[in-house]
């Protein structure tokens, strides 16, 4: 599984201990920056940078679950947002183990966003992985709500 990685600078000290993190568990890690410490930059253009890469990769591997992201800025809210105005970007906010794991399974969420000034290093390891390990679960209910999700993106991508 490839998992790009990307933050502003409120979650560059976690965004660094989760790459490591990934690599240690044998992920194919890409991290998207910043690689320096900057406290003016946007979160905003993270968000682009990552959704771009991910909507790339995904259109050359067939398997689109083999393809996730990670947003880290302060409140993780930021970068959720701005995922979000991406067609095919699924974002949610975790913040432990279940929330994780919901995320996934119910959501589908192929985006995950965290707090850097909220969540420890640990807490954060435990909900990314949680979250990468999961399998959306294809029961008819969370299939019919996941497809009106899409429905409403075709809406409005006319």
């Excluded at 995904?58 to 996730?68: S, V």
């Excluded at 995950?112 to 949680?130: M, N, P, Q, S, Y």
Aim: glycine share 6%; charged share 35%; with cysteine.
């Amino acid at each position: 599984m490839k998992v790009l990685v990307a933050s502003d600078h409120a979650g560059f000290e976690l965004k660094n201990h989760v790459v490591g993190f990934l690599k240690n568990e044998g992920y194919d890690v890409v991290d998207l920056g910043p690689h320096e410490y900057d406290p003016e930059d946007d979160f905003v253009d993270f968000a682009e940078k990552l959704c771009r890469k991910m909507l790339e990769e995904m259109k050359e591997n067939e398997n689109k679950d083999e393809i996730r992201g990670i947003l880290i800025c302060g409140s993780g809210q930021g970068m959720c947002i701005a995922a979000n105005k991406f067609p095919g970007i699924y974002a949610a906010q975790i913040w432990d183990e279940a929330s994780g794991k919901i995320a996934k399974e119910h959501d589908d969420a192929n985006v995950a966003c965290l707090a850097g000034r909220f969540l420890d290093k640990e807490t954060a390891e435990k909900a990314v992985k949680a979250w990468l390990e999961a399998r959306f679960l294809e029961e008819e209910k969370r299939l019919r709500r996941v497809n009106k999700i899409k429905k409403i993106e075709r809406e409005f991508m006319k």
